[in-house]
């Protein structure tokens, strides 16, 4: 039997991540492989490999989590591979992209969530699950804060339902701010995916500097009206556009990609590298 370490959080071998492209680490980028992203949950599953070892035991980490994926992927193709991997933790998050859909039925995402949870659950897995962040102050996209507080109402139901951990990510005031985002405003930086991969540890009982985390960065001066009107129309101009044209074509950016890491092998520890 695993000791537990001194922090009194749970030991776990064998950690297998499912979702979309912001499980899949976009866009932050991997230095030692073109075209690949590292991303919160490879940084959460060192800093567990990390734990596994320092109490004697061995640590296993698969991703198949692929960009654009909706929900009936993550949860069908993607969650039947993850349970044939007989992990004892899965991180699941799904549902943000069905979110941006006009007509998004926001208690039929909870429901087929939950139906998600309670087969990880009977199989034995312990869940990870994570809300979405606050958009409010997010160009063309705080239209949506309506439905992501719901969303993240429902995550945390589920949660304290089912026994699940949540990565709090709507209490996450860091996130608010630009810097922590890619230039498509969509995915994170580097340092963002390095923040939420301490508050999924933080989640899942494990010691951490919460302030390094959690802690904002420090303010900039308010963008001038015409700089800010500027900026936007760039964004739209290299990021919405694409992306309004694949969905009228019925494409996705990740109809080309498959999983980056689809079996569990060995994560060697780090010694809680972020």
Same mark, same amino acid.
């Given at each position: 039997m695993t000791q537990l370490p001194e922090s009194g959080g749970k030991v776990w071998h064998r950690y297998v991540a499912i979702g979309d492209s912001f499980t899949e680490g976009?866009?932050?980028?991997?230095? /030692? %492989?073109?075209?690949?992203?590292?991303?919160? $949950?490879?940084?959460?599953?060192?800093?567990l490999a990390d734990i596994a070892h320092e109490a004697g035991g061995?640590?296993?980490?698969?991703?198949?989590?692929? %960009?654009g994926r #909706?929900?009936?992927?993550? @949860?069908?193709?993607? #969650? *039947? &591979? $993850?349970?044939?991997? %007989?992990? *004892?933790?899965? /991180?699941?998050?799904?549902?943000? +992209?069905? @979110?941006?859909?006009?007509k998004a039925d926001l208690d039929a995402i909870a429901d087929r #969530?939950?139906?998600?949870?309670? !087969?990880?659950?009977? $199989?034995?897995? *312990?869940?990870?699950?994570?809300?979405?962040?606050?958009?409010?102050?997010?160009?063309l996209l705080r239209?949506? !804060?309506?439905?992501?507080?719901?969303? /993240?109402? +429902?995550?945390? /139901? @589920? &949660?304290?339902?089912?026994?699940?951990?949540? @990565?709090?990510?709507?209490g996450m005031d860091a996130l608010k701010d630009f810097r922590l985002w890619a230039d498509d405003r969509i995915h994170m930086t580097s340092e963002g995916h390095r923040r939420v991969a301490l508050n999924a540890l933080s989640a899942l009982g494990h010691d951490t500097d919460r302030a390094d985390w959690s802690t904002p960065l420090p303010p900039l001066p308010t963008p001038?009206?015409?700089?800010?009107? $500027?900026? +936007?129309a760039a964004w739209a101009k290299t990021h919405l556009a694409p992306w309004v044209q694949r969905r009228l074509r019925g494409e996705s950016s990740g109809d080309a990609v498959t999983a980056k890491r689809p079996e569990l092998t060995p994560v060697e520890p780090a010694r809680r590298r972020t």
């Open positions: 976009m866009s932050d980028a991997d230095p /030692s %492989r073109d075209d690949l992203y590292v991303g919160w $949950a490879d940084r959460l599953a060192s800093h061995e640590f296993a980490y698969a991703n198949l989590a692929v %960009r #909706l929900l009936a992927d993550v @949860i069908g193709p993607q #969650l *039947d &591979a $993850a349970l044939a991997l %007989r992990p *004892d933790l899965v /991180s699941m998050v799904g549902g943000g +992209n069905d @979110i941006l859909r006009p #969530l939950e139906a998600a949870v309670v !087969r990880l659950r009977e $199989a034995g897995s *312990d869940v990870l699950l994570a809300t979405p962040t606050d958009p409010s102050g997010a160009p239209h949506l !804060r309506g439905r992501h507080a719901i969303h /993240s109402a +429902n995550i945390f /139901s @589920i &949660a304290q339902q089912h026994g699940c951990y949540v @990565i709090n990510q709507w001038g009206r015409r700089e800010a009107t $500027a900026a +936007n």
